[in-house]
Nanobody, 116 residues
Framework: QVQLVESGGGLVQPGGSLRLSCAAS????????MGWYRQAPGKQRELVAS???????EYGDFVKGRFAISRGNVKNTVFLQMNSLKPDDTAVYYC??????????WGQGTQVTVSS
């Protein structure tokens, strides 16, 4: 059974930083990409960042160089370093994994709140 476990969310002041972690277990197939989506109240879920099996990365337009996705030394782990956080970044952040057959898996989500 595939499980994605996120950690690292919390409350941070505007301009601050957070680092999210996601560890995937139960993986018995090839992964196409892993990454993060977010969903704020009343809004659609949107892409934050993904890293592909060829190490290509993609980011949501709103990131504008503030966030960086990377792989962990442990297999099937990814990190999201978020800097210069804004109140608009407040959302539930979901770890995402897509298999080579384009099947999607989601974590439970971790709350990120940016507020003074």
């Amino acid at each position: 059974q595939v499980q994605l476990v996120e950690s690292g969310g919390g409350l941070v002041q505007p301009g601050g930083s957070l680092r999210l972690s996601c560890a995937a277990s139960g993986i018995t197939f090839s992964i196409y990409k892993m990454g993060w989506y977010r969903q704020a109240p009343g809004k659609q879920r949107e892409l934050v960042a993904s890293i592909f099996n060829n190490d290509r990365t993609e980011y949501g337009d709103f990131v504008k160089g503030r966030f960086a996705i990377s792989r962990g030394n442990v297999k099937n782990t990814v990190f999201l370093q978020m800097n210069s956080l804004k109140p608009d970044d407040t959302a539930v952040y979901y770890c995402h994994l897509m298999s080579l057959s384009y099947f999607n898996y989601w974590g439970q989500g971790t709350q990120v709140t940016v507020s003074s």
